[in-house]
């Protein structure tokens, strides 16, 4: 449960190689869960692009021990994704035993991840994602529940989190060695506080002193990873063992190529023009045709439409068509309208997705009175996944 990082080659990219429990992740790439995003089609697709680890939606560990139909639904693998990896939310160590137990028991992943970073005030004002790693014996029983069903299957428990619910109060250092001590096989630090939500900057300092802090297991970074260049820059700067890749890849799977050509040492490819961007929407809303029907498919393709014309000289009529599409031959049609020669645009580099602002993080009344207390925050076990 090393992470192995050689010096930097002739090239200066790492030549790395990390190893979560007997997984092997080559390039030390990991997709961050995100509710709507990573489902099997969009995970495919990334996966069409570049090795690395591909984490599946977030499932909440109470909607999976009861079986809820659409939890079940959302742990859709490919029969070639290898390894399986799956997100679990929950704040109560009985049900996430009890939850790592299931999967262990009916084969349904090869990879757990656990999230404490969760910024959503839905799930804060109850005690639950970023606001849990406060609770620090509660954070601790929860990591080594899922770590003991876990290991009779020799499947790895990886945990994510934030620098703290505020700047007032960071947890980051204490969740890491808890994580460490209580068996994870890594973690993985967001270098925001759930104050920032997705705002501001991402504080890579904070990555930095994790991996000084946290020694015998890997440590990755995560946030404003928007190109190769920042995946190789966080690890020259922070030292971490591998970079975890969220709102970066929104209507842009090549992320996962560039990030490959760039950890072998190899040119990084220039950014696609508009004809090979209509191509990989295509693909995309082909394979979510595949996963959900061609009707559901294409609705869910509209989310994405905005990001992958970005910076791209599209009229606004035919944009507002793109937020429509409901069918694949609708898209074929629209696609055909498009100016394929159109260069990649400077201007659609940079931040993706919604940023938002800061913000006061709502905590159950008293929560920060006893970091120590190990009773289990009230209505904080959503019963639904996804986010």
Request: with cysteine; net charge negative.
């Amino acid at each position: 449960m090393t992470a192995l990082i050689s010096p930097p080659s002739a090239s200066g990219a790492p030549a790395a190689s990390l190893k979560i429990g007997p997984h092997r992740v080559d390039p030390p790439v990991v997709l961050a869960p995100m509710a709507g995003i990573t489902n099997v089609a969009f995970r495919r697709l990334c996966r069409e692009y570049g090795a690395g680890l591909y984490v599946c939606e977030m499932i909440t560990s109470r909607a999976l021990v009861e079986r809820h139909p659409k939890t079940l639904e959302m742990i859709t693998f490919d029969p070639d994704e290898h390894p399986r990896s799956m997100q679990l939310y929950g704040v109560d160590p009985v049900t996430m035993g009890r939850a790592v137990q299931m999967i262990v028991e009916e084969d349904l992943a090869d990879h757990v991840d656990m999230n404490f970073g969760c910024p959503v005030p839905k799930v804060t004002r109850k005690g639950g994602g970023s606001a849990l790693p406060y609770k620090r014996r509660l954070f601790g029983e929860i990591v080594r529940a899922a770590v003991r069903a876990a290991e009779p299957a020799g499947i790895p428990v990886t945990v994510k989190f934030r620098i703290g619910i505020d700047d007032d109060h960071t947890t980051y250092l204490d969740a890491g060695r808890i994580a460490e001590d209580n068996g994870a096989a890594a973690v993985a630090l967001h270098g925001r506080t759930a104050a920032q939500r997705y705002s501001g900057t991402a504080d890579w300092s904070a990555i930095a002193r994790l991996k000084e802090h946290v020694t015998s297991i890997p440590v990755l970074g995560n946030g404003d990873i928007f190109s190769a260049d920042d995946a190789l820059r966080m690890m020259a700067e922070t030292g971490c063992d591998g970079v975890v890749v969220g709102r970066g890849c929104l209507g842009r799977p090549w992320l996962f190529r560039d990030l490959q050509a760039a950890f072998r040492g190899e040119p990084i490819p220039a950014g696609p023009a508009l004809g090979e961007v209509a191509e990989v929407l295509r693909r995309h809303g082909e394979l979510l045709a595949a996963h959900m029907g061609e009707e559901k498919g294409l609705r869910d393709l509209r989310k994405h439409m905005a990001q992958y014309l970005r910076g791209f000289p599209v009229g606004s009529e035919l944009r507002h068509s793109f937020g429509l599409v409901s069918s694949l031959a609708q898209l074929d049609d629209l696609l055909a309208q498009l100016d394929p020669d159109v260069p990649f645009p400077a201007d659609a580099e940079g931040p993706r997705g919604r940023q938002g602002s800061a913000g006061k993080v709502v905590l159950p009344e008293g929560w920060l009175d006893d970091p120590d207390d190990l009773s289990v925050p009230c209505g904080a076990e959503i019963d639904h996944s996804g986010g």
